[in-house]
């Protein structure tokens, strides 16, 4: 079990996250001078391990260098995906690997909606979760509403909780680049969206928060 994390047939240590990038940097520091290729064999080892932060490691050291991301090809992508089966681990992998390659555009359109209209609930949440590269400026994102909405348009009748809140995460993303977009995603799709996707969307849209304050 993954604790908070669902399910999952990887280990987890408990390992915080400052102290996994502190020793990514390290390592980076470490690859840096040699060929991509070191870079991105560190990251295609680590992901045979058991232990989800080893995995995440991998991607940390990865998204470090921008040549390493460049050189991925369609079996390296297919490892680094390989066994993801929690939320904690599809997000590190979309914010941290394939969402770069998508905005840097070393990954096709094709294979993220391919993610999206797939049967495994982790690819498709993949999807929705590299979208946020797109849209975030911290990531590097300048906003993409045709790319994110393209994407979410294979999630209009979403029953999965896990994926509802990824749809959420999205949608609330693009809102500083496209919000008439996004109030008219949600007016189109109202009946079938879930509550949670409304409701979260809605308060970022009128208050620029994911949740409205208390009194």
């Excluded at 020793?23 to 391990?49: C, N, W, Y």
Aim: net charge positive; aromatic share 6%; glycine share 6%.
């Amino acid at each position: 079990m993954a604790g908070g994390y669902a399910s999952s047939s990887l280990k987890f240590l408990g390992v915080p996250v400052p102290a996994l990038r502190s020793l990514a940097r390290t390592i980076h520091a470490d690859l840096k001078a040699g060929p991509p290729s070191e870079v991105l064999q560190f990251a295609l080892l680590a992901m045979d391990s058991p232990y989800h932060e080893v995995r995440q490691l991998g991607y940390e050291v990865l998204t470090r260098s921008k040549p390493a991301l460049a050189t991925i090809k369609t079996k390296e992508l297919r490892t680094l995906i390989t066994g993801l089966d929690n939320w904690a681990s599809v997000d590190a992998c979309a914010v941290l690997v394939t969402g770069p390659m998508w905005l840097a555009g070393n990954l096709p359109d094709k294979t993220v909606l391919t993610w999206a209209a797939a049967q495994n609930r982790w690819h498709r949440r993949l999807a929705l979760a590299s979208t946020v590269c797109l849209n975030t400026a911290a990531r590097g994102g300048q906003g993409d509403s045709p790319r994110t909405l393209a994407v979410l348009a294979h999630f209009t009748a979403e029953t999965d909780p896990m994926l509802a809140k990824a749809i959420s995460w999205a949608l609330r993303s693009l809102v500083p680049h496209d919000p008439a977009g996004v109030q008219a995603f949600l007016v189109k799709h109202e009946k079938t969206l879930p509550a949670i996707v409304r409701r979260e969307v809605s308060t970022k849209l009128t208050t620029g928060k994911k949740t409205a304050k208390k009194r």
